[in-house]
């Protein structure tokens, strides 16, 4: 791994998250903000991906956090609202260079290549890699808006729709392959606001750390090839699990839900190749890393530590009646389901044994 060339005696860590930190509370939430607390000898760069820009911090920064960037995917109009220092004359000068022609030079063969890479059934993960890397030199010169939104976008994405999704429909058993253009419109909004993190230029850092998958771990890809970064990956939960999940019970279209799915799948798989080092928060997440790809000597458990001068063993009480009990947030997302089956085969067997579930229910 080249080393980035340092500018200061201090290390810099970029953290990208998502729809967490610093936005809402939780474990996670809770885990980014103490990691950055207890290194106050490394800078924190924070890209915090949130669903809107009325999004409002819940926790009162540390001074070593030093550059911190709200990047909301909705609610926006244009790239430019979410680059605070970007100048009148600025936007002129990328928006004049932004013509068909050059988009049709400089960026659509990478876009294609990205298409290419989600809507199809062959992996290449340095080349995708690659690809969103290329994207991202384009629009740092350009305007993102004019880019997204000109005809060889358009006339690329469905392109690639006719030629691919009959392929994917069959894989999927679906006998109808047709795309309407809304669909084909809805994705291409997707996939504009997906890249609204690569809309600016990314900070200078050693290392780029993604607490999941998905858009998180593209930025953190492009961090690695810019800058020569490290590339740390952090996993609590299991972003491709947690996408099938959402999917199977979203009423988007077939061509959307492969979509969506083929976006998370590729972004998973880019970041088990590309990380350095992959840190579940637990050995269960092992399963699904290697499963995708990721080398088993690239991950080390980072499990969640315990505050002995809060929490200390106690006496446990004796019952007759043996009690299994289970504490979490009661959400498909925590596999609920999964215990309660367990516990009507175990019931079958030892209807005396109690279950108690403890958690709010979701919303």
Known sequence: MRQATPINERDRVLLVTEATYPFHWGGLSTWCHALIRELPEVDFSLIAICGTPLAQ???EF??????????????????WELNRGVTARDARRGARRTTEAAVAEGFEASFTTFLAQILGDSRN???????IH???????????????????????LGRETNARFPNLAALHRSGDSRVSLAEIRT????????????????????????????????????????????????????????CYLAEHGSS?????????????????????????????????????????????????????GIDSDLYSPAERPRNETPIVVWAGRIDPLKDVETLLRAAAIVHAVRPEIRFRLYGAAAP
């Open 134 to 156: 290329a994207m991202y030199r384009f629009l740092l010169e350009h305007d993102f808006d004019r880019t997204f939104r000109s005809r060889t976008v358009w006339e690329a």
């Open 57 to 59: 911090a819940q926790f």
């Open 187 to 242: 994705a291409l909004q997707w996939i504009y606001h997906w890249f609204f993190s690569l809309s600016q230029r990314l900070p200078e850092v050693e290392v780029a750390h993604a607490t999941m998958a998905g858009v998180c771990s593209m930025v953190a890809a492009v961090a690695k090839l810019e800058h020569g970064a490290g590339l740390v990956l952090s996993e609590h939960g299991i972003y491709l699990r947690e």
């Open 125 to 131: 993960d340095g080349r995708l890699a690659s690809s």
């Open 62 to 79: 540390p001074p070593n956090l030093v550059d911190f960037r709200p990047h909301p995917l909705w609610g926006v109009q244009n790239a």
């Open 252 to 304: 988007n279209s077939l061509f959307g839900k492969l979509v969506k799915l083929g976006f998370a799948r590729r972004m998973t798989e880019v970041a088990y190749s590309f990380a350095d080092v992959i840190a579940p928060c637990c050995d269960y997440n092992h399963r699904w890393e290697r499963r995708i790809g990721a080398e088993q000597e690239r991950i080390r458990t980072a499990y969640y």
